[in-house]
């Protein structure tokens, strides 16, 4: 699969389990620093609440450097690992989930807790509206000034992001490409140019 599935927006699921409440907040969170911001601005939402527990896989799916996740007082191992299992099975990138708990008086017991909590993000995120994210890749492009309109208007037709422009002897510009589409974009640009560019692709986004 060349996408991944992403949060269209902050959106919220309430479940109910012997008397606790389980509010799942589901979040599009690109990258650690996101991810946190929106743990602290749940737990100001709810400050009251007994746990705001919550996992993240806050770039592409399989990017293992930027999952996480905590069990925020649970438990160990009932609350954060669970639903972050759920997330890495589930297509989703770039998203946080934070279950916020509100203690019924009836204790779960550690099974029970699991279940819970993969079910509160099961549920959750069967429901979350998404779209889909496409990998990209960084490429500088480099380009004389007699060039400049007929790229730049090519570039606004194309889903290829101009995340920087630099102009000096030449004109820089840091491009963000989508995969999949590239290759074909690459060769209609440089006919375009008629070869006068110099392409620099670098790693994953």
Same mark, same amino acid.
């Given at each position: 699969?060349?996408?991944?599935?992403?949060?269209?927006?902050?959106?919220?699921?309430?479940?109910?389990?012997?008397? $606790?409440?389980?509010? #799942? !907040? &589901?979040?599009? +969170?690109?990258?650690?620093?996101?991810? *946190?911001?929106?743990?602290?601005?749940?737990?100001?939402?709810?400050?009251?609440?007994?746990?705001?527990?919550?996992?993240?896989?806050?770039?592409?799916?399989?990017?293992?450097?930027?999952?996480?996740?905590?069990?925020?007082?649970?438990?160990?191992?009932?609350?954060?690992?669970?639903?972050?299992?759920?997330?890495?099975?589930? $297509?989703?990138?770039? #998203? !946080? &989930?934070?279950? +916020?708990?509100?203690?019924?008086?009836? *204790?779960?017991?550690?099974?029970?807790?699991?279940?819970?909590?993969?079910?509160?993000?099961?549920?959750?995120?069967?429901?979350?509206?998404?779209?889909?994210?496409?990998?990209?890749?960084?490429?500088?492009?480099?380009?004389?000034?007699?060039?400049?309109?007929?790229?730049?208007?090519?570039?606004?037709?194309?889903?290829?992001?101009?995340?920087?422009?630099?102009?000096?002897?030449?004109?820089?510009?840091?491009?963000?490409?989508?995969?999949?589409?590239?290759?074909?974009?690459?060769?209609?640009?440089?006919?375009?140019?008629?070869?006068?560019?110099?392409?620099?692709?670098?790693?994953?986004?």
């Amino acid at each position: 699969m060349d996408y991944y599935l992403s949060p269209t927006h902050t959106q919220r699921f309430d479940l109910e389990i012997k008397n $606790s409440q389980f509010i #799942t !907040t &589901v979040s599009r +969170t690109k990258g650690r620093e996101a991810a *946190k911001t929106f743990l602290d601005e749940i737990r100001q939402r709810y400050p009251d609440a007994n746990h705001h527990c919550w996992a993240f896989v806050a770039g592409a799916p399989n990017n293992v450097h930027l999952w996480d996740q905590s069990d925020d007082g649970e438990p160990k191992g009932t609350a954060g690992k669970p639903m972050l299992n759920v997330l890495q099975h589930s $297509s989703f990138g770039e #998203t !946080t &989930v934070v279950v +916020t708990r509100y203690f019924g008086g009836i *204790k779960l017991g550690a099974g029970g807790l699991v279940r819970a909590y993969s079910q509160a993000v099961q549920e959750a995120l069967t429901q979350t509206e998404h779209e889909h994210i496409y990998p990209r890749s960084a490429v500088q492009l480099v380009i004389s000034y007699p060039l400049l309109g007929k790229v730049e208007y090519w570039l606004e037709q194309s889903d290829i992001e101009i995340n920087n422009k630099i102009f000096s002897d030449n004109i820089v510009m840091d491009l963000a490409v989508i995969e999949r589409t590239w290759p074909e974009q690459k060769q209609t640009l440089t006919d375009l140019c008629q070869g006068s560019l110099t392409l620099i692709e670098s790693d994953k986004e």
